[in-house]
């Protein structure tokens, strides 16, 4: 199994949907991000969360909300979809503590139509 | 905003050949770490450089750090077809968020 794992793996919504994406990790680490993906963009970071009390808005938070349920759980919502949502949305935990890399679950495909 | 930026956008070599690929960024950084991705695929880390250090070596893999410059090269020797895929400089003030560049898409033909 991943050690990061991102449910749905690919989704297709209307506008105004509410829709969630869900994240879990098997790697024990403490911090977990949120990022999204578009084509010729990089990757941008939406929230993160340092612990289950310490959620922090990352540079393109409007929009979306999280919630971090637990340890290895955190997911992300958009509230009412919008098609400028439509993107590669990605989980990650951060080895902080030793190597500083981020390891990344393999995606959600959201389109808004 | 993008921190770092890579250039070039796209480099297509082929295998044997040497790939160099730069990333330049605009504040003072912590550590430099360069990802890969293949198509569509999740990131995954190749090496990570502290400011502290001007170069570094992982298999096939060279990175070096110029801070004066604000800029890092990644170079990977003996191309292989394999290493087909979009790579990223990701850069941050510690270990707390990273920042990623747009990332340069290289292309290696058999």
């Known amino acids: 199994d991943a050690d990061v794992t991102q449910t749905p793996r690919n989704r297709i919504t209307k506008t105004g949907k509410r829709i969630m994406l869900e994240c879990s990790q098997t790697?024990?680490?403490?911090?977990m991000y949120w990022y999204r993906q578009d084509p010729g963009l990089g990757l941008r970071l939406i929230y993160y969360?340092?612990?289950?009390?310490?959620?922090n808005k990352g540079e393109i938070s409007d929009g979306y909300s999280v919630s971090r349920q637990a340890q290895a759980k955190f997911s992300l919502s958009l509230e009412s979809a919008i098609p400028n949502q439509t993107a590669l949305y990605f989980c990650a935990t951060s080895d902080w503590e030793h190597t500083g890399e981020l390891f990344f679950g393999e995606g959600s495909r959201l389109t808004v139509l | 905003s993008q921190q770092g930026e890579e250039d070039p956008q796209a480099l297509s070599i082929q295998e044997g050949e040497n790939a160099t690929m730069n990333c330049s960024y605009k504040?003072?950084?912590?550590?430099l770490q360069w990802y890969r991705q293949n198509s569509g695929r999740g990131l995954v880390h190749l090496i990570l450089i502290r400011s502290n250090e001007r170069e570094k070596h992982s298999g096939r893999l060279r990175v070096t750090l110029d801070t004066s410059k604000k800029s890092s090269s990644l170079l990977i020797t003996a191309s292989r077809a394999a290493d087909t895929a979009s790579y990223f400089c990701?850069?941050?003030?510690?270990?707390?968020?990273?920042?990623f560049g747009k990332g340069t898409m290289l292309l290696v033909s058999p």
């Open positions: 790697k024990g680490h403490d911090r």
């Open positions: 990701a850069t941050g003030p510690g270990y707390s968020t990273l920042t």
């Open positions: 969360s340092f612990d289950v009390k310490d959620i």
């Open positions: 504040t003072s950084i912590n550590n």
